[in-house]
């Protein structure tokens, strides 16, 4: 099993950036996916959540209306848009891919997005 992230970068406040995972080793097409983030000193937080048809969508309160999940299943890739980027988004994007059952869950390594003036 294997979810590698990428797109991470260092993008100026009011910026964006696009983050995908690519999924290997499961069946992606079934799995609810998310992505997390966590910022040095602080709890790994919830972002977005997507169901596994894509069908329903779900943020957090300090990203909506600025991230858009989404997934491509016949290419088992997970997306989140970013866009106005604020100081405070910066952090270590992780990707996690879940059983409908909740009894496997898969974590990527992440990748660093930095929002800095």
């Known amino acids: 099993v294997q979810l590698v992230e990428s797109g991470g970068g260092l993008v100026q406040p009011g910026g964006s950036l696009r983050l995908s995972c690519a999924a290997s080793?499961?069946?992606?097409?079934?799995?609810?996916m998310s992505w997390y983030r966590q910022a040095p000193g602080k709890e790994r937080e919830l972002v977005a959540v997507i169901t596994s048809a894509g069908g329903s969508t779900n943020y957090a309160d300090s990203v909506k209306g600025r991230f858009t999940i989404s997934r491509d299943n016949a290419k088992n890739t997970v997306y989140l848009q970013m866009n106005s980027l604020k100081l405070e988004d910066t952090a270590v994007y992780i990707c996690?891919?879940?059983?409908?059952?909740?009894?496997?869950?898969?974590w990527g390594q992440g990748t660093q997005v930095t929002v800095s003036s």
């Open positions: 996690n891919g879940r059983s409908s059952d909740l009894r496997r869950s898969y």
């Open positions: 080793g499961f069946t992606f097409s079934s799995y609810i």
